[in-house]
């Protein structure tokens, strides 16, 4: 076991890709296996707070108080077999993807931050731009080692429901408590993920860093499509963009069937000219999509699909850009991952605030979705950058207020969450809630869902020690 006491070597696990400034930790603890990891816990009752590899939007790893436990020594990374891999949970996507280049097969929930760890991106239930067609981390998770506050282990598989006892390696029997809330139906990293049917991995998945530590994990891969069909497309009127996305996602077309609809407004597209000096000057939105296609022989086809597809949809034809090889789509997802850590940047340079959202809807309300952000923030006078997984109704709106704004863009944030919500949507469809949204979580879900889940939370850690501060006071 490594301990880190000095101030200097605590403060890096202090931070993460939020502005929270607040954290503190007497210590951090590294265990070297998982038997380090579970004696430390059998014998603590001191606050814990589990590190992965710091990329969180929500500060949800960042302790006010207690001990910090990082796994960054479970790096394991098994073969792949069969459709599947053992991964530790420190091992990034980067890694992960690196090691399956060579293999026939991929991992497709592709949360934009590749630095992320899987033990992190497990624990937010982590989704990106493919998750419109291939769904989130829970839907790739096969099994799972956890460990639990007081030190209890669990190794669980699909098919295990919650009908049934959870039955820990003690042979202590834990049933799912009797209670009402569920989860809603949009894409939502709010909260416990709750359904009558649900097996037991997935309540753990999503669960903020506060039910359980993951430390060995099985990875469902896909086989790897034989090609992608992609590119960015223009438009010098927002309306056209987002009338395209809802035509694409309302087609029953064959071969328009993208697996990823992301989107970029015009003050993402002004900062990313600073790094892709060709996008056109008169483009007011653009698409970033990608389409899979299983074989090579469907390839020039589909693109001609695609082609007669866009023609007349107010897409800026000539000026918009078509992967001519995987080198163009490596790029164009460089340009995706380039807008959130451009305004980051920004940020840091300029010492500013932002207050991000992570807002989603069901379907029907996607153009109303965006009529509205349009008109709520254009007449805040209060700078912004819109971009997103708009196939998910899921954009992120980054409202970048000056000093004297600060109040006014959290009222404008409360606004635009009130109308989320009566549209029945949610407060967090794939950052977690952690330390940041609880306000906004306990009006999505009120008080006596919030004792619910508090209910599932004491079940599992009755000290409440682990993940101190997230989702609840
Ligand atoms: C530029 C940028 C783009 C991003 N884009 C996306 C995106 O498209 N989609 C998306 O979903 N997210 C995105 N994120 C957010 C972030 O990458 C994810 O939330 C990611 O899942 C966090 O992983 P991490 O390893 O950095 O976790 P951390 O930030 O270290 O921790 C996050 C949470 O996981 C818990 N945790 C970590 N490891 C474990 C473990 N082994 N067991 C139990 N709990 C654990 C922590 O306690 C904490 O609660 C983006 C971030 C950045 C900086």
Redesign the pocket.
Not at 119 to 124: D, E, K, N, P, R
Not at 212 to 215: L, S
């Given at each position: 076991m490594i301990y880190k006491t000095d101030p200097q070597m605590i403060s890096p696990y202090l931070k993460?890709?939020s502005n929270f400034s607040g954290g503190s930790a007497d210590k951090v603890i590294i265990p070297e296996s998982s038997d380090e990891l579970i004696n430390f816990l059998i014998t603590n009752d001191c606050p814990i707070?589990?590190?992965?590899?710091?990329?969180?939007?929500t500060a949800?790893?960042i302790p006010e108080s207690g001990l910090i436990v990082s796994?960054e020594r479970?790096t394991k990374l098994g073969d792949v077999r069969n459709g599947f891999i053992d991964v530790g949970?420190a091992i990034s996507l980067a890694q992960l993807n690196e090691h399956l280049v060579s293999t026939k097969y991929f991992y497709p929930p592709n949360?934009?931050?590749t630095?992320?760890?899987v033990?992190?991106?497990?624990?937010?239930n982590?989704?990106?731009?493919r998750s419109y067609k291939y769904g989130v981390t829970r839907d790739y998770i096969l099994e799972a080692d956890i460990v639990f506050a007081d030190g209890k282990t669990v190794s669980l598989k699909r098919g295990l429901t919650i009908k049934n006892p959870l039955i820990l390696s003690d042979g202590q029997e834990i049933h799912f408590p009797n209670i009402k809330y569920t989860s809603p139906r949009c894409k939502n990293?709010a909260g416990y993920h709750i359904r009558t049917d649900m097996d037991w991995l997935d309540l753990f998945i999503g669960s903020?860093?506060t039910l359980?530590?993951?430390?060995r994990i099985r990875l469902k891969l896909l086989p790897r499509p034989a090609a992608f069909i992609s590119g960015i497309l223009f438009f010098n009127k927002e309306e056209e963009c987002w009338s395209l996305v809802d035509s694409i996602k309302k087609s029953d077309i064959k071969y328009i069937k993208p697996c990823s609809l992301e989107y970029f407004d015009i003050r993402s597209l002004r900062r990313l000219r600073n790094k892709f000096e060709n996008i056109p000057l008169n483009a007011r939105a653009a698409i970033f999509f990608e389409n899979d296609i299983k074989s090579q022989k469907d390839y020039d086809y589909s693109l001609e699909v695609w082609i007669d597809y866009l023609n007349n949809k107010g897409v800026l034809l000539d000026d918009s850009w078509f992967a001519q090889s995987p080198n163009d789509l490596k790029r164009f997802h460089e340009f995706r991952?380039a807008i959130?850590?451009l305004i980051?940047e920004e940020n840091s340079r300029l010492g500013r605030l932002k207050i991000g959202t992570d807002l989603a809807v069901s379907d029907d309300h996607l153009v109303h979705m965006m009529e509205f952000y349009r008109d709520e923030l254009e007449g805040s006078k209060i700078d912004f950058v819109v971009f997103g997984?708009l196939g998910d109704n899921h954009l992120h709106i980054n409202l970048l207020p000056n000093t004297n704004q600060i109040e006014k863009a959290h009222e404008i944030y409360k606004k635009l969450v009130n109308q989320i919500l009566e549209w029945k949507g949610t407060v967090s469809a794939?950052?977690?809630i952690?330390k940041l949204k609880k306000n906004y979580f306990l009006q999505m879900v009120g008080k006596s869902s919030l004792e619910d889940l508090r209910t599932i939370k004491k079940t599992f850690d009755p000290l409440l020690i682990l993940?101190k501060g997230?989702i609840f006071d």
């Open positions: 993460d890709a707070t589990i590190a992965g590899a710091g990329t969180g939007m949800s790893r796994l479970f949970p949360p934009t931050e630095l992320a760890s033990g992190g991106t497990l624990a937010t982590a989704s990106g731009s990293a903020d860093g359980c530590i993951f430390t991952h959130p850590v980051n997984h794939e950052h977690g952690g993940g997230n």
